[in-house]
Structures are given as structure tokens and as C-alpha cells.
Nanobody, 124 residues
């Protein structure tokens, strides 16, 4: 069983920055693809970014590419989401995901484990 615990959320003004962290336990992050999704009330959980098991390869959704960076420190079993240039439309609950199974890499149904979610609020 894998546990994921997110931290680092909060409130910030537009243009500001936040860094989310997700600490994994129960299985080494070095053998798991990990990612970030986000969700606003009434909408489906949407893909933000993904990082490979060894941390060498990353991919971000077009909506955040150039502003957000995803990275992974396998010595700390932790994945990060550095968010710069935040916009009000980035306001959401952000979820860490781990252990991709079959299916599209940007589909929430393709991951076995999830964190509890953390709120990010960006005011204009």
C-alpha cells in the first residue's frame, strides 16, 4: 500500500509562486511514475504533469507548461510541483498521484494511489 501526503498549498496573489510537495511511503518512488492533477468543484479531475520513475522525463499540460515545473527526488521519495506565474484559473484542489497502471498517462483512472488533496487559491 502506498501513502501520499501533499503539502505546500495555500493562498497567493496572481503572479505569485507556490511549491507543492508530495511525500510517498510504502514503496520507493524510484519505481513509480508520479504526477499531479487538479480539480475544481463540479468538474472532472484534470491532468497537470507527470514525471517518470527515475525522474529523468517530465511532461506538463499545455495550460501550465512554461509556468509550472514537475520534479522528483527519489532519495526523499518526494515529487514536487513548482508553480510560478499563478493565475486565478489555477485555483483548485491539487492531487498527487502514483503508480500508473494501464491507460492514458493523462487520465486520472490510470493511477492506483492518490493523496488527500491540497487547496491552492489564486486571487486576482
Amino acid at each position: 500500500q502506498v501513502q501520499l501526503v501533499e503539502s505546500g498549498g495555500g493562498s497567493v496573489q496572481a503572479g505569485g509562486s507556490l511549491r507543492l510537495s508530495c511525500a510517498a511511503s510504502g514503496r520507493p518512488s524510484s519505481i513509480m511514475v508520479m504526477g499531479w492533477f487538479r480539480q475544481v468543484p463540479g468538474k472532472e479531475r484534470e491532468f497537470v504533469g507527470i514525471v517518470s520513475a527515475n525522474g529523468q522525463n517530465t511532461f506538463l499540460d499545455d495550460s501550465v507548461n512554461g509556468r509550472f515545473t514537475i520534479s522528483k527526488d527519489n532519495t526523499k521519495n518526494t515529487v514536487y510541483l513548482q508553480m510560478n506565474g499563478l493565475k486565478p484559473e489555477d485555483t483548485a484542489v491539487y492531487y498527487c498521484s502514483a503508480d500508473k497502471k494501464s491507460g492514458a498517462w493523462n487520465a486520472s483512472s490510470s493511477y492506483n494511489y492518490w493523496g488527500q488533496g491540497i487547496q491552492v487559491t489564486v486571487s486576482s
